[in-house]
């Protein structure tokens, strides 16, 4: 049976919360968008999106389609002391993320989606400019910290690209202990004067 | 003016035969197919192949839109010595390449096809599973050297798909030459022993 103009359910207000979001960050940035406007796009309620989502970086993880709690990641990669332990731990909380199946389908759709949608771009690149930036590179206090960033994440994006959406073999399958035995080293050096 | 039934053109039988050969070699796989295959499917003759496109290899090569000679960036890559050279050529190849706009299109066009395609990445995966390593892996005379090639590729398109994709600041704009100069030393020690 088909329901017509029946009220909005629980699914579609929060849909079209992150429909005006997502177009909102992508257009004007995250920085520009407040979550007032998201709820006016949306025709809500702001106190419905905090409701949803919380605060708005976590509004902005869901419009991305981020599968972790970008503090609780960031207080792993940084935990103890700034030394070339930085890369290591990096290397192994990213691999961890990718071997779940569930979180490696959102990294996976992340990653194709920018791959081919300006917007999606938009999202990923604010993202890392915004939320990665901010947890990492004062870890490090180097004067060119979020270079060193960007160089270690296109090491280890280029293996997830590599690994799961060419499925490239040897890599594919090497076993990932073996991949943070090797990568590990490179990303403290990138990371790490 | 809308022609109907007109006879194939130049170009329509250069797609047709593309169209066939991306078919078959995505299904089949590269070994397996033959020119005559190709032709069969595209219903031409085979010489008609070799008009267009030359030898087998070279069909592969228009099928994925690779924009060079393989045996020539191969050249460049593997000249001169065994030692760690290669991984500063490749690098200063692979930067090149990504900085003429005439050759960034179609490279573009590959990484991202093959994103979200999987007849292309499946193309891609052949292509480097076959031409790649038969070009470099001989080069480096190491017995892991597929999985040392997969890791060089993957610091290296991870920075395309940063700088070029997701078009992340700082990476993005930094100069090139700075960009080499950093990069090597890692694709050098990924590929020697």
Redesign the interface.
């Known amino acids: 049976m088909t329901r017509i103009g029946r009220p909005r359910g629980k699914t579609d207000t929060r849909n079209v919360i992150l429909g005006a979001a997502r177009r909102l960050f992508a257009d004007a940035g995250y920085d520009k968008t407040s979550v007032r406007d998201v709820a006016a796009a949306a025709g809500v309620d702001p106190a419905m999106i905090r409701h949803y989502f919380g605060s708005k970086v976590e509004l902005f993880r869901a419009t991305m389609g981020w599968p972790f709690e970008p503090a609780d990641i960031a207080a792993r990669v940084t935990a103890g002391d700034r030394g070339g332990d930085i890369g290591e731990r990096l290397t192994r909380v990213f691999f961890e993320a990718w071997e779940q199946p569930a979180s490696r389908a959102p990294l996976l759709a992340i990653?194709?989606g920018?791959?081919?949608h300006e917007e999606s771009?938009n999202l990923?690149?604010q993202f890392?400019?915004g939320q990665v930036y901010a947890h990492i590179a004062t870890a490090l206090a180097a004067p060119d910290a979020?270079?060193r960033i960007?160089?270690a994440?296109?090491?280890?994006?280029?293996?997830a690209?590599?690994r799961h959406?060419?499925?490239?073999?040897?890599?594919a399958s090497?076993p990932v202990e073996e991949l943070i035995e090797?990568?590990a080293p490179?990303v403290c050096?990138?990371l790490t004067p």
Chains 1, 2 share one sequence.
Request: hydrophobic share 55%; glycine share 2%.
């Open positions: 990653l194709r920018a791959a081919t771009a990923v690149r890392i400019q979020e270079l960007d160089l994440m296109s090491q280890l994006l280029g293996i690209y590599l959406i060419l499925r490239v073999e040897p890599v090497t090797r990568i490179i050096r990138h």
